[in-house]
């Protein structure tokens, strides 16, 4: 059975950093393209970043470019976000999600979630 | 960017109504639909993509249908376990986006 579980969310002041993790089981995770996906308290869904199996491409939203830096260890099939410089309006739960093994861009699985809080 | 509108952002039906929601992409998406269930406090779950291919386990009474800009999600007889909120998203290119969200509840 699939399983990713989110860590390291936490409370945050503005401009600090934040490292999130994402321990993935239950399938050959060095063969699946990888997704962090965000979604601030009450509202819609929002994708942050996506990662290739082999870590050779990666996208970012405009809103973090720059700031967050999304990376994978297949060895010990976790996935991670760094997140420098944030801002209140970061503030959200991140899910990792898969990607299928179509390599379309849509997410099959995903995680509980990690709530990070921007707060001064 | 593709942005995505939802409609409508929220409707109340009844146990065995037919519901249909709409997502419009603001250009053509060529298919590249997915739509997701979330429950509170939950991660959303896929539900169909490629716009109508349904995802293994997803009971049948849900289906999606479309082409161009505009797309629909329909559940044909409403059950208890459905009161939900439901999202498109279209991965045609990046970014990936998604529709604002359409919850649905109890009449």
């Known amino acids: 059975e699939v399983h990713l579980v989110e860590s390291g969310g936490g409370l945050v002041q503005p401009g600090g950093s934040l490292r999130l993790s994402c321990a993935a089981s239950?399938?050959?995770?060095?063969?699946?393209?990888m997704n962090w996906v965000r979604q601030a308290p009450g509202k819609g869904l929002e994708w942050v970043s996506y990662?290739?199996?082999?870590?050779?491409?990666?996208y970012y939203a405009d809103s973090v470019k720059g700031r967050f830096t999304i990376s994978r260890d297949n060895a010990k099939n976790s996935l991670f976000l760094q997140m420098n410089s944030l801002r209140a309006e970061d503030t959200a739960v991140y899910y990792c999600?898969?990607?299928?093994?179509?390599?379309?861009?849509?997410?099959?699985?995903w995680g509980q979630g990690t709530l990070v809080t921007g707060s001064s | 960017d593709i942005q995505m509108t939802q409609s409508p952002s929220s409707l109340s039906a009844s146990v065995g109504d037919r519901v249909t929601i709409t997502c419009r992409a603001s250009?053509?998406?060529?298919?590249?639909l997915a739509w997701y269930q979330q429950k509170p406090g939950k991660a959303p779950k896929l539900l169909l993509y490629?716009?109508?291919r349904l995802e293994s386990g997803v009971p049948s009474r849900f289906s999606g249908s479309g082409f161009g800009t505009d797309y629909t999600l329909t559940i044909s007889s409403l059950q208890p376990e459905d009161f939900a909120t439901y999202y498109c998203?279209?991965?045609?290119?990046?970014?990936?986006?998604f529709g604002g969200g359409t919850k649905v509840e109890i009449k």
């Open positions: 239950g399938f050959t995770f060095s063969s699946y393209e």
């Open positions: 490629a716009t109508s």
């Open positions: 250009q053509g998406i060529s298919n590249s």
């Open positions: 998203q279209q991965y045609s290119k990046t970014p990936l986006t």
């Open positions: 990662i290739s199996s082999s870590a050779t491409t990666i």
């Open positions: 999600a898969r990607g299928p093994t179509n390599g379309w861009f849509y997410f099959d699985y």
